[in-house]
C-alpha cells in the first residue's frame, strides 16, 4: 500500500492516484514531486507629506522538493523534503520605470535602491528622502513691565507694619518702554521627492497696540509711556494692547465737599472715605485713613490702612453692566469674522464673476444678512441700547463711533460697504471690545485693612485683617483670609486656607468658617458656638479651645489637630 502526500504525484500503471493505494510487483509505479511557485509583488508609494518615497517588496518563491529515502514497508507513506529558493520580485529598469512614472527625482537614494532590487524578503524600503521645510519662529511681544500687581506678604503679627513701604504697585513714568514686539521669522522652504516646493506654515505674527497713556513708535514695534501711571496689558488672540492707568491722588477726605470718586486707574486717598460716599476704581485703592459708611469697590487690590467701618468693599470683577454686554459683542466679533471668511470664499471661487460687483461688496453683505446671518442685525440693535445705558462717564472712548459703524454697516445701510477691508475692520475692533468687556477678575485682587466692622469684604484674591480684628461682618475670599487678631461674629467664606487669631467670644456670638475640601483652617482660640465647616464636614465648638488645625484626609474624614480625637471621629459625617 503506497499513501501519497501533498507535494508529490504518485502514478500506478500511467494512472494518477490521490488516495491510499495497493500495488504489486506486477504494477508500473512513478512518484514525482511537484515544485510550487509563489509570485513576488512590489510597490512605490510617496509619503503624505511628499518628503519619502517608499518601496515595499514581497519576494517571489519557489518551493523545491525531493524525496527522501524510506524504508520498506507493507504501508509506505510517502514524504517529502521542502526548500525555498527565494527571487527579488523586481528589476532595477522595472524600478527605474515606476520612479520615472510616479515623477519621483530628488533625493533618489541609489543604494538603498540597489539593496530593494536585491532583496529578497518583505519589507518596506525608503529609496527617496526630500528636504524638510523648516518652520519659522512666531513673534512676540515682550513685556518689559511685571504684568502682576499683587500686594506684598505682610509683617509678621510682632513686626510693625508701615504701609507706605509694604504696599506698592507696579508703575512707570513717562518715556519708559513699556513692550517691544519682536517680528516673526519666516522657515526656509523645503523640496518633496518629487522635486517639489514644500512650503514652511507661516510663523504667528502679533500685533502690538496702545490703549490711553502709551503711544507706539513710528515703525510701530515698541509701546512707550506717555504718562506716570500703572501700566497693563491685554491679549485678545494676535492682538497685544498696553496701557497706563493714572493714578489719582486725593489730598483729603473723600465726602460730600469732594463728591464720589469714579476714576479708570488708580485712586490714593490721603483721608478716609465718610458715610454715604462711593468709590470706585479701574485699578488699585489705597486709603490712608478709614471707610465708614462708604461703598470701595477696585478691579485691583485695596488697601485700606485704617478701619472698615459699616461698610462694602469690593476687589476685583467685572462691572454687572458689562458682563451684560459680553454675550452681544461675542456674537458681533464672531458673526463679522465669520461674514469676512465667507465674503472672502465666495470671492474666490471660479463660478463668481467679479464684473457684478463694480459697485462695491454690498450686495453680498445684504444678502449674508438675509440668509446665514440674519441674527446679526438684531444683535447690533441690542448693543446700540446697551451702550446708550451705560452709567454716565463710564462709555470707553471710541465705543459710540464702533457702534455707529457696526450699525450702519449691519442695520441701516449694508449695500454701502465697498470692500472687504471695511468688514475686516469692524470684526478686528469687535474682538478688541470683546477683549475689553471680558478681562476676567485678576485672581490677585486683595482686600488689606486693619480691622473690619458691621461690613461687607470681598476679594477675588486673599483678604487679610492686619489689626485687632473683625467684628459682626461677612468676608468672602476667592483664595486665602488672615486675621490676625480677633473674628467674632460673622461669617468667613475662603476658596483657600484660614487663619484666625481668636475666632467667636466667650458670650457665645454665632461666628462660622466656611472653606473648601482643600483648605486648612488654623485657629488661635475658639470659642463655644463658633463652627467651622471644611469641605462640607462640619465641627462645632462646645467649649473653648486653643491651638486648633482642621483639615480633610484622602479619605475625606476631617482631621485634626488639638481637638480631642474622639469628638472628631463621633461627628456623624464620619461614621462608618
Same mark, same amino acid.
Given at each position: 500500500?503506497?499513501?501519497?502526500?501533498?507535494?508529490?504525484?504518485?502514478?500506478?500503471?500511467?494512472?494518477?492516484?490521490?488516495?491510499?493505494?495497493?500495488?504489486?510487483?506486477?504494477?508500473?509505479?512513478?512518484?514525482?514531486?511537484?515544485?510550487?511557485?509563489?509570485?513576488?509583488?512590489?510597490?512605490?508609494?510617496?509619503?503624505?507629506?511628499?518628503?519619502?518615497?517608499?518601496?515595499?517588496?514581497?519576494?517571489?518563491?519557489?518551493?523545491?522538493?525531493?524525496?527522501?529515502?524510506?524504508?520498506?514497508?507493507?504501508?509506505?507513506?510517502?514524504?517529502?523534503?521542502?526548500?525555498?529558493?527565494?527571487?527579488?520580485?523586481?528589476?532595477?529598469?522595472?524600478?527605474?520605470?515606476?520612479?520615472?512614472?510616479?515623477?519621483?527625482?530628488?533625493?533618489?537614494?541609489?543604494?538603498?535602491?540597489?539593496?530593494?532590487?536585491?532583496?529578497?524578503?518583505?519589507?518596506?524600503?525608503?529609496i527617496a528622502r526630500g528636504i524638510p521645510a523648516e518652520p519659522g519662529k512666531d513673534g512676540r511681544v515682550e513685556l518689559l513691565f511685571s504684568s502682576i500687581s499683587k500686594v506684598p506678604v505682610l509683617a509678621e503679627e510682632d513686626e510693625a507694619v508701615d504701609f507706605r513701604e509694604r504696599y506698592v504697585f507696579t508703575s512707570v513714568e513717562a518715556g519708559d518702554v513699556l513692550a517691544v514686539k519682536h517680528p516673526p521669522e519666516p522657515g526656509r522652504p523645503g523640496t518633496s521627492v518629487k522635486g517639489e516646493v514644500i512650503v514652511p506654515p507661516s510663523p504667528r505674527d502679533f500685533i502690538l497696540?496702545?490703549?490711553?497713556?502709551?503711544?507706539?513708535?513710528?515703525?510701530?514695534?515698541?509701546?512707550?509711556?506717555?504718562?506716570?501711571?500703572?501700566?497693563?496689558?491685554?491679549?485678545?488672540?494676535?492682538?497685544?494692547?498696553?496701557?497706563?492707568?493714572?493714578?489719582?491722588?486725593?489730598?483729603?477726605?473723600?465726602?460730600?465737599?469732594?463728591?464720589?470718586?469714579?476714576?479708570?486707574?488708580?485712586?490714593?486717598?490721603? #483721608?478716609? &472715605? $465718610? =458715610? !454715604?460716599?462711593?468709590?470706585?476704581?479701574?485699578?488699585?485703592? *489705597?486709603?490712608?485713613?478709614?471707610?465708614?459708611? @462708604?461703598?470701595?469697590?477696585?478691579?485691583?487690590?485695596?488697601?485700606?490702612?485704617?478701619?472698615?467701618?459699616?461698610?462694602?468693599?469690593?476687589?476685583?470683577?467685572?462691572?454687572?453692566?458689562?458682563?451684560?454686554?459680553?454675550?452681544?459683542?461675542?456674537?458681533?466679533?464672531?458673526?463679522?469674522?465669520?461674514?469676512?471668511?465667507?465674503?472672502?470664499?465666495?470671492?474666490?471661487?471660479?463660478?463668481?464673476?467679479?464684473?457684478?460687483?463694480?459697485?462695491?461688496?454690498?450686495?453680498?453683505?445684504?444678502?449674508?444678512?438675509?440668509?446665514?446671518?440674519?441674527?446679526?442685525?438684531?444683535?447690533?440693535?441690542?448693543?446700540?441700547?446697551?451702550?446708550?445705558?451705560?452709567?454716565? #462717564?463710564? &462709555? $470707553? =472712548? !471710541?465705543?459710540?463711533?464702533?457702534?455707529?459703524?457696526?450699525? *450702519?454697516?449691519?442695520?441701516?445701510?449694508?449695500? @454701502?460697504?465697498?470692500?472687504?477691508?471695511?468688514?475686516?475692520?469692524?470684526?478686528?475692533?469687535?474682538?478688541?471690545?470683546?477683549?475689553?468687556f471680558a478681562s476676567p477678575p485678576s485672581a490677585e485682587s486683595d482686600v488689606v485693612a486693619s480691622s473690619i466692622h458691621n461690613s461687607t469684604v470681598i476679594a477675588t484674591g486673599d483678604v487679610r485683617v492686619v489689626g485687632s480684628g473683625c467684628y459682626n461682618s461677612r468676608i468672602h475670599a476667592g483664595k486665602k483670609v488672615t486675621v490676625s487678631g480677633v473674628f467674632r461674629g460673622g461669617e468667613i467664606q475662603a476658596g483657600g486656607d484660614v487663619h484666625v487669631g481668636e475666632l467667636g467670644s466667650r458670650g457665645g456670638a454665632t461666628t462660622r468658617v466656611v472653606t473648601g475640601p482643600a483648605?486648612?483652617?488654623?485657629?488661635?482660640?475658639?470659642?463655644?458656638?463658633?463652627?467651622?465647616?471644611?469641605?462640607?464636614?462640619?465641627?462645632?465648638?462646645?467649649?473653648?479651645?486653643?491651638?486648633?488645625?482642621?483639615?480633610?484626609?484622602?479619605?475625606?474624614?476631617?482631621?485634626?489637630?488639638?481637638?480631642?480625637?474622639?469628638?472628631?471621629?463621633?461627628?456623624?459625617?464620619?461614621?462608618?
Amino acid at each position: 500500500m503506497v499513501v501519497p502526500c501533498p507535494g508529490v504525484r504518485l502514478i500506478v500503471n500511467g494512472r494518477e492516484c490521490t488516495q491510499p493505494t495497493p500495488v504489486s510487483m506486477k504494477d508500473t509505479v512513478r512518484v514525482e514531486t511537484v515544485e510550487e511557485r509563489r509570485e513576488g509583488s512590489w510597490s512605490v508609494s510617496v509619503s503624505s507629506d511628499g518628503l519619502q518615497a517608499i518601496l515595499r517588496t514581497r519576494p517571489a518563491v519557489v518551493v523545491h522538493r525531493e524525496l527522501p529515502d524510506l524504508p520498506p514497508a507493507r504501508v509506505l507513506q510517502l514524504k517529502v523534503v521542502e526548500r525555498e529558493e527565494r527571487f527579488p520580485p523586481l528589476t532595477k529598469d522595472e524600478l527605474l520605470r515606476e520612479l520615472s512614472r510616479l515623477g519621483i527625482n530628488h533625493g533618489v537614494d541609489w543604494e538603498a535602491c540597489s539593496r530593494g532590487v536585491a532583496s529578497c524578503v518583505e519589507e518596506e524600503v525608503v529609496i527617496a528622502r526630500g528636504i524638510p521645510a523648516e518652520p519659522g519662529k512666531d513673534g512676540r511681544v515682550e513685556l518689559l513691565f511685571s504684568s502682576i500687581s499683587k500686594v506684598p506678604v505682610l509683617a509678621e503679627e510682632d513686626e510693625a507694619v508701615d504701609f507706605r513701604e509694604r504696599y506698592v504697585f507696579t508703575s512707570v513714568e513717562a518715556g519708559d518702554v513699556l513692550a517691544v514686539k519682536h517680528p516673526p521669522e519666516p522657515g526656509r522652504p523645503g523640496t518633496s521627492v518629487k522635486g517639489e516646493v514644500i512650503v514652511p506654515p507661516s510663523p504667528r505674527d502679533f500685533i502690538l497696540s496702545v490703549g490711553e497713556g502709551a503711544v507706539l513708535t513710528r515703525d510701530g514695534e515698541r509701546a512707550v509711556a506717555a504718562r506716570a501711571g500703572r501700566p497693563v496689558a491685554s491679549r485678545w488672540r494676535d492682538l497685544v494692547r498696553v496701557s497706563v492707568l493714572p493714578e489719582l491722588v486725593h489730598a483729603g477726605d473723600v465726602d460730600l465737599a469732594s463728591g464720589n470718586i469714579v476714576f479708570k486707574g488708580d485712586i490714593l486717598i490721603a #483721608g478716609n &472715605v $465718610a =458715610e !454715604g460716599m462711593v468709590v470706585e476704581a479701574g485699578g488699585n485703592v *489705597r486709603v490712608g485713613g478709614l471707610v465708614s459708611g @462708604a461703598r470701595v469697590q477696585a478691579t485691583g487690590s485695596v488697601v485700606i490702612r485704617m478701619n472698615i467701618l459699616s461698610s462694602v468693599v469690593i476687589a476685583g470683577g467685572v462691572p454687572a453692566f458689562l458682563q451684560g454686554m459680553l454675550p452681544q459683542v461675542h456674537t458681533l466679533a464672531t458673526g463679522l469674522q465669520e461674514m469676512t471668511m465667507a465674503i472672502r470664499q465666495l470671492l474666490g471661487h471660479p463660478a463668481f464673476k467679479q464684473g457684478d460687483l463694480k459697485g462695491g461688496i454690498g450686495p453680498l453683505v445684504r444678502l449674508l444678512l438675509e440668509g446665514k446671518f440674519h441674527h446679526l442685525p438684531a444683535t447690533a440693535s441690542t448693543f446700540k441700547k446697551q451702550v446708550k445705558n451705560m452709567p454716565p #462717564g463710564m &462709555v $470707553a =472712548e !471710541g465705543l459710540e463711533e464702533f457702534v455707529r459703524e457696526v450699525e *450702519r454697516a449691519l442695520v441701516r445701510s449694508p449695500l @454701502a460697504v465697498r470692500d472687504l477691508q471695511e468688514l475686516e475692520t469692524l470684526a478686528r475692533r469687535a474682538g478688541e471690545w470683546e477683549q475689553a468687556f471680558a478681562s476676567p477678575p485678576s485672581a490677585e485682587s486683595d482686600v488689606v485693612a486693619s480691622s473690619i466692622h458691621n461690613s461687607t469684604v470681598i476679594a477675588t484674591g486673599d483678604v487679610r485683617v492686619v489689626g485687632s480684628g473683625c467684628y459682626n461682618s461677612r468676608i468672602h475670599a476667592g483664595k486665602k483670609v488672615t486675621v490676625s487678631g480677633v473674628f467674632r461674629g460673622g461669617e468667613i467664606q475662603a476658596g483657600g486656607d484660614v487663619h484666625v487669631g481668636e475666632l467667636g467670644s466667650r458670650g457665645g456670638a454665632t461666628t462660622r468658617v466656611v472653606t473648601g475640601p482643600a483648605a486648612v483652617v488654623t485657629v488661635g482660640c475658639a470659642f463655644e458656638n463658633a463652627s467651622i465647616v471644611v469641605g462640607g464636614l462640619v465641627y462645632r465648638f462646645n467649649r473653648e479651645e486653643k491651638g486648633i488645625r482642621l483639615w480633610l484626609d484622602k479619605e475625606g474624614n476631617l482631621r485634626s489637630k488639638g481637638i480631642p480625637a474622639w469628638e472628631i471621629a463621633d461627628l456623624p459625617q464620619n461614621r462608618r
